[in-house]
């Protein structure tokens, strides 16, 4: 079962790529995967999201809007011992809208709707004193920033804060990431623990009500994205195949975003999680000839708590993914992946009140990657 470099590190990548869609505001998964190939190598890729989210008993259709997000990297093995790297993605979002006639989440033919965007730059440099063992670390550059507008007798109606909006300016701010890697390339034998930081924000924020007649710019509001653990393993089990697996840790039980006013008027938070974030991904990758790959993948996610907030009414997921790479020559490939995800029902809040239940929703994740080694 001896394998040799270029081939395991061609079968490494028939991981399906398919966006994440993990407990709270978590999307990418933050891997690190691309840094930990041999030699030189570069790649790009986009993963789509299309999920239905409703509610038979508020008679939401779908809240959940369809979203997608772009990934990058580089590395370069810059000595026998030192490698260097650039990783970008967007590992935390949102975007959801309601049905603007729906008099639970909308009025004056306005909807509730959540667009939250961030961006990463993670820049490591690695050590390798042997061919088994690579330490790296780096800093971590990330901005956020966020709009929502809350409509509806869900959150009280127009005299109270069924009229809010907030925008949320983009800030910049940084982190830091930090792990090692152990590896028998012989038997494609791989595994790696990452660590990334929390990163805090001091976010300028506008607040109005009542549908923009009064305004309360000029406050600070403080978002900490959380720190993380992610546990990447593979191994080869028989002749053309290998089986992986990825365990992530988010720290999302104390996450919270408390707009100044919208806490006084109210005394609740916009944005909480109760829970720690547990998700795990297991699955198996076989090539079949020189030029084609595929895999095979089973998924679960623990959630963020529930009940939770009714910008993103669900808790945790299933999900089954299947993968497929073509690689026209040994240095390139191009990768195509789907997943299916069957998410978990949940009570949707907003402060202490339970608004409704939202159950059998679904999503479906595409992606796409193209992987060049030079």
Not at 4 to 23: D, E, F, G, K
Not at 67 to 91: M, N
Request: aromatic share 12%; no cysteine; charged share 15%.
């Amino acid at each position: 079962m001896k394998l040799n470099r270029i081939y395991s590190a061609i079968l490494l990548s028939t991981l399906p790529l398919t966006p994440a869609l993990a407990a709270g505001l978590d999307r990418s998964g933050q891997s690190i995967a691309a840094f930990l190939q041999p030699g030189n190598y570069a790649e790009a890729g986009i993963s789509i999201l299309d999920p239905k989210v409703q509610s038979n008993q508020l008679k939401v259709n779908d809240m959940a809007e369809d979203y997608y997000f772009p990934a990058a990297a580089i590395k370069v093995q810059a000595t026998e011992h030192i490698s260097i790297g650039l990783l970008y993605d967007q590992p935390f979002g949102a975007e959801s809208l309601y049905p603007s006639n729906n008099p639970v989440f909308g009025a004056n033919g306005e909807a509730t709707q959540v667009e939250v965007e961030t961006h990463n730059l993670s820049a490591l440099i690695g050590y390798q004193p042997t061919e088994n063992w690579n330490f790296y670390a780096g800093p971590v550059y990330q901005t956020v920033q966020g709009k929502v507008s809350l409509r509806g007798l869900a959150y009280g109606g127009a005299s109270k804060l069924g009229s809010y909006d907030i925008n949320l300016k983009e800030d910049e701010a940084y982190g830091w990431l930090a792990g090692f890697a152990y590896q028998i390339p012989e038997i494609a034998l791989k595994t790696a623990i990452t660590y990334r930081s929390e990163i805090k924000h001091e976010l300028d924020t506008t607040e109005t009500f009542g549908f923009g007649a009064i305004q309360r710019p000029n406050a600070l509001t403080e978002v900490v994205t959380p720190q993380s653990v992610n546990i990447d393993f593979q191994t080869g089990v028989a002749a053309n195949t290998l089986a992986f697996a990825n365990i992530r840790w988010a720290h999302w039980d104390q996450f919270a975003v408390t707009p100044k006013f919208l806490n006084a008027a109210s005394g609740n938070n916009l944005i909480d999680y109760s829970d720690d974030q547990w998700s795990a991904t297991v699955g198996v990758g076989r090539k079949f000839n020189s030029h084609w790959s595929g895999s095979a993948s089973v998924g679960y996610d623990s959630g963020a708590g529930n009940p939770v907030t009714t910008l993103g009414p669900t808790e945790g997921y299933w999900s089954v993914g299947l993968g497929g790479q073509y690689s026209p020559a040994e240095n390139y490939f191009i990768q195509a992946g789907v997943k299916y995800f069957w998410l978990g029902d949940a009570t949707a809040r907003t402060g202490t009140k339970n608004v409704g239940e939202f159950e059998d929703n679904y999503a479906l994740g595409y992606g796409l990657k193209i992987g060049y080694r030079f």
